[in-house]
């Protein structure tokens, strides 16, 4: 197939499927990124330092790009965004506390945290971190708990699974069940950010939302379970 009908076709596959369904997808991934959008609300709202906000920014940038991408059929970049946001909101708990370590990244690209790291600097320094973090995972509605590992597998190709396989340009464009697979996957991820950040701010209770209180306070199977929750804080 010449590059002209190769480029034709990825042309009519994009189109087809935002004119049929990308109105829907990005409805679907605005629902879906309900928890994690009430955060970052918050967030902007009540913890912005001076230091890091643009990590902030970037992740609200993410989020429009993943609804852009699913929205094109585009699930495979979307999945790559997706697993960015997780990045950068925990890399953000980090850096938005040290400005010197943030200055030494934008002068150097060196420094970045990785995942590890970043969650054994929650589990030392935000008291009650580990056991909040916790209780919330078992209680998880997600059907895979950690969302973060997930979106490594598809992105590294870590399993045939989840290899990619594109025999012409159109074929990243992907049929309308995957794509709806991606939309349900943001909730999860929703929920995973969301899990992170209340136990990061559980202090804060008071003063969050009601509704994501409401989201935490209903997954509580007992209520002992609810008491040694908030006894941590």
């Given at each position: 197939?010449?590059?002209?009908?190769q480029t034709q076709k990825l042309?009519?596959?994009?189109?087809?499927?935002?004119?049929?369904?990308?109105?829907?997808l990005v409805y679907e991934v605005e629902v879906g990124m309900a928890t994690f959008l009430k955060w970052l609300n918050f967030l902007n709202s009540f913890k912005r330092t001076g230091t890091a906000d643009e990590i902030l920014d970037a992740v609200a940038s993410t989020i429009r790009e993943t609804?852009?991408?699913?929205?094109?059929?585009?699930?495979?970049?979307?999945?790559?965004?997706?697993?960015?946001?997780?990045?950068?909101?925990?890399?953000?708990?980090?850096?938005?506390?040290?400005?010197?370590?943030?200055s030494v990244v934008n002068r150097t690209g060196d420094g970045f945290k990785l995942k590890k790291e970043l969650f054994e600097y929650l589990n030392n320094t935000v008291e009650g971190f580990g056991t909040r973090?916790?209780?919330?995972?078992?209680?998880?509605?997600r059907k895979?708990?950690?969302t973060y590992r997930l979106l490594s597998a598809h992105i590294h190709?870590?399993?045939?699974?989840?290899?990619?396989?594109?025999?012409?340009l159109c074929d990243v464009v992907r049929e309308e069940a995957v794509c709806n697979e991606a939309t349900r996957l943001i909730k999860e991820l929703s929920e995973y950010v969301g899990d992170i950040l209340y136990a990061v701010f559980a202090s804060d209770s008071?003063?969050?939302?009601?509704?994501?209180?409401?989201?935490?306070?209903?997954?509580?199977?007992?209520?002992?379970?609810?008491?040694?929750?908030?006894e941590t804080i």
């Amino acid at each position: 197939m010449t590059h002209s009908a190769q480029t034709q076709k990825l042309r009519d596959a994009v189109v087809s499927t935002i004119d049929i369904s990308g109105v829907r997808l990005v409805y679907e991934v605005e629902v879906g990124m309900a928890t994690f959008l009430k955060w970052l609300n918050f967030l902007n709202s009540f913890k912005r330092t001076g230091t890091a906000d643009e990590i902030l920014d970037a992740v609200a940038s993410t989020i429009r790009e993943t609804a852009a991408c699913i929205a094109l059929g585009l699930v495979r970049p979307a999945l790559f965004s997706m697993r960015t946001q997780i990045d950068l909101i925990i890399a953000w708990l980090y850096f938005k506390d040290h400005p010197v370590e943030w200055s030494v990244v934008n002068r150097t690209g060196d420094g970045f945290k990785l995942k590890k790291e970043l969650f054994e600097y929650l589990n030392n320094t935000v008291e009650g971190f580990g056991t909040r973090y916790g209780i919330l995972k078992q209680n998880s509605t997600r059907k895979e708990q950690d969302t973060y590992r997930l979106l490594s597998a598809h992105i590294h190709g870590q399993s045939n699974p989840v290899l990619p396989v594109a025999l012409n340009l159109c074929d990243v464009v992907r049929e309308e069940a995957v794509c709806n697979e991606a939309t349900r996957l943001i909730k999860e991820l929703s929920e995973y950010v969301g899990d992170i950040l209340y136990a990061v701010f559980a202090s804060d209770s008071a003063s969050l939302p009601k509704e994501l209180n409401a989201e935490i306070v209903n997954r509580f199977v007992s209520e002992k379970q609810r008491k040694d929750f908030y006894e941590t804080i």
